[in-house]
């Protein structure tokens, strides 16, 4: 990841992290802040990481149009991410459910 500079909120990731209650983190704040060079600096203390930015991945941000049903979110967005690994493991995966949607 090259060098990285710490800030200010990397001890309340690392809080969060170490929290035994923790929760999903939606990060939000001004352009260019460094916001994804924390998240990605703490994903490295993680087993498993996954990154889902609004902004690059839109549909993801439908979502969030029925309300903050937190529940339903995290069921989506697990959703969201399976297809998206599956499909980036195996492009046929892509294949294989647009056929079963015509269907």
């Given at each position: 990841?090259g060098?990285?500079?710490?800030?200010?909120?990397?001890?309340?990731?690392e809080?969060?992290?170490?929290?035994?209650?923790?929760?999903?983190?939606?990060?939000?704040?001004?352009?260019q802040?460094?916001?994804?060079?924390?998240?990605?600096?703490?994903?490295?203390?993680?087993?498993?990481?996954?990154?889902?930015?609004?902004?690059?991945?839109?549909?993801?941000?439908?979502?969030?149009?029925?309300?903050?049903?937190?529940?339903?979110?995290?069921?989506?967005?697990?959703?969201?991410?399976?297809?998206?690994?599956?499909?980036?493991?195996?492009?046929?995966?892509?294949?294989?459910?647009?056929?079963?949607?015509?269907?």
């Open positions: 990841m060098q990285y500079l710490y800030r200010q909120i990397d001890q309340v990731l809080d969060c992290k170490q929290s035994p209650t923790h929760k999903p983190l939606l990060l939000r704040g001004a352009r802040v460094g916001k994804s060079s924390a998240v990605k600096h703490l994903s490295l203390k993680f087993e498993y990481y996954a990154e889902v930015n609004f902004e690059s991945q839109q549909p993801a941000c439908e979502f969030f149009q029925n309300g903050i049903d937190v529940k339903r979110i995290v069921l989506q967005l697990s959703l969201f991410l399976t297809f998206h690994f599956f499909a980036f493991i195996n492009p046929i995966c892509i294949g294989i459910i647009n056929n079963l949607n015509n269907d």
